[in-house]
């Protein structure tokens, strides 16, 4: 008998929000978390804009020990930290460093890569030939599973613990991967999400292939473009998500406060066939993920009634709808309401996926759908498939049951879930 | 530089490890570093590298090996200053 996997906790850190209830508020509003970094500029960069959460000296002090804070580097773990331990308390537990070890808990915090700040600082220590002097936490800061490392000792979870990476699909695969090991019965709860660094030497190469927008470096929050006719790049973001997944009973047990159920998903992979290439998805792979993504959650295509697409505001965007219109067998005005968090706050890479499943369960829970900001100009090609009207460009206020996530990424690996209102 | 003076200085080096607060109120040259004052073992080579810049010594291998509690710190880093 396969558990049913209920959300009780979550925690953002995102570039137009920091912790849930700013976030909420910034997705209500269609505040825009995209500025001109100085830095960028100086370093001959195309796209001089992104987003980079806020995070005060107050906040990081309210998370992180003196010892804990010495020599760390590395934005991600930052980030995801924050976003882990605030998850882990809005589900209704403690961060307390003599807590009982606890064996039904585990963790699967993904990113791309971590530590790249820490990693450069190691590198010029090295190349002097100073080793010696690189200091005990270079390892923790810079293995890829240095998030969990560090996760896991503050919040005590005894359960798996690791890191998963699959480029800009990690948070949403980390989501299910805690869902399945729930489901079979191997975890109690699972926290998941996802973080990524910030900065030039994680955007760098991005740049370098020309993906990121260069043409609003004088409107930053005009920037990230989805779907629109003037998309022409994606803009970088930064930062984390993360969730508490639990077994139904578990939750009901504690009494615990309940988001949203996760129905199921899928996992795939084009393999880089039929159209898939290491940075282009394989069409048929991405509607397959889609089409068994519903088939496990046991609904139909037509209870789909929102998608927080993966919608990046790069060529792909109208190949993106289509494969939704096509796996889902509905277009015009039959299509569901669609948007992209990342209009909002770029797009976070490794912590896109779980950034924007937090977003996905906010909408749910608060009955409405995010504006899709600076799409005005919608995409002709995009218009031929789907009724503009299904592109909320202001908040709708919507109780709706049913939101499927996507996404999609870097070496044509696609992840799909399905998130809907929690009805006992 | 006297004794207490060296002390002294060990002491703010150390006190960002230190696990057991008690034991470090406590300190005195038999202080171990591991074993009373519970720091974790992988910021022995963080210590190391703060008393190199205090100092401005260097330490090597055979020295951090050596320098597991408050006297034989005190020993190592008298030696480099005098040498």
Sequence with gaps: ????????????????????????????????????????????????????????????????????LRGLNSSGILYGCIAGIDAWKDAGFEMNPESTLDYDT???????????????????????????????????????????????????????????????????????????????????????????????????????????????????????????????????????????????????????????????????????????????PNPQAVQRCITKAIKNSGIEPEEVEVINGHLTATSKDTLEIENWSNALERSGDQFPYINSTKSLVGHCLAAAGAIECVASVIQLKHEFVAPNINCEDLHPEIETLITSARIPKQKLDLKFNVIAKASFGFGDVNACVLFKRFIA | MTKDELITKLKAIIAPYVQDEEAFKKLSEDTDFVKDLKINSANLVDIILDIEDEFDIRLENEDMEKMLDVKSAMAIVNAKLEA
Excluded at chain 1, 10 to 27: D, H, R, S
Excluded at chain 1, 37 to 62: M, R, V, W, Y
Excluded at chain 1, 254 to 262: D, F, L, P, S, W
């Design chain 1, 1 to 68: 008998m396969k558990q049913r996997v209920v959300i009780t906790g979550l925690g953002v850190v995102a570039p137009n929000g920091v912790g849930i209830t700013k976030f909420t508020e910034a997705l209500k509003t269609g505040k825009s978390g995209i500025t001109f970094h100085q830095n960028l500029k100086d370093l001959n960069f195309s796209c001089q804009i992104g987003g980079i959460p806020k995070i005060s000296e107050e906040l990081t002090a309210a998370y992180f020990t003196e010892l804990q």
């Design chain 1, 106 to 280: 585990g963790l699967v915090f993904g990113t791309g890569t971590s530590g790249v700040e820490k990693f450069r600082e190691a590198i010029y220590k090295l190349d002097e030939g100073n080793v010696r002097r690189l200091g005990s936490t270079v390892v923790l800061q810079t293995m890829a599973s240095g998030i969990s490392a560090y996760l896991s000792g503050m919040l005590g979870f005894g359960n798996q613990v690791t890191t998963n990476s699959s480029a800009c699909t990690t948070g949403t695969e980390a989501l299910l991967m805690g869902f399945d090991r729930i489901q079979n019965g191997k975890a109690k709860r699972m926290l998941v999400g996802s973080c990524s660094d910030h900065g030039p030497y994680v955007w760098g190469g991005f740049d370098a292939m020309r993906v990121m927008t260069y043409k609003y470096n004088n409107n930053p929050e005009e920037g990230s473009r989805p779907m629109s006719a003037s998309a022409s790049g994606f803009v970088p973001g930064s930062g984390a998500g993360a969730l508490v997944l639990e077994s139904l009973e578990s939750a009901l047990e504690r009494g615990a406060k309940i988001y949203a159920e996760v129905l199921g998903g899928e996992i795939n992979s084009g393999g880089q066939r039929q159209g898939g290439t290491l940075t282009a």
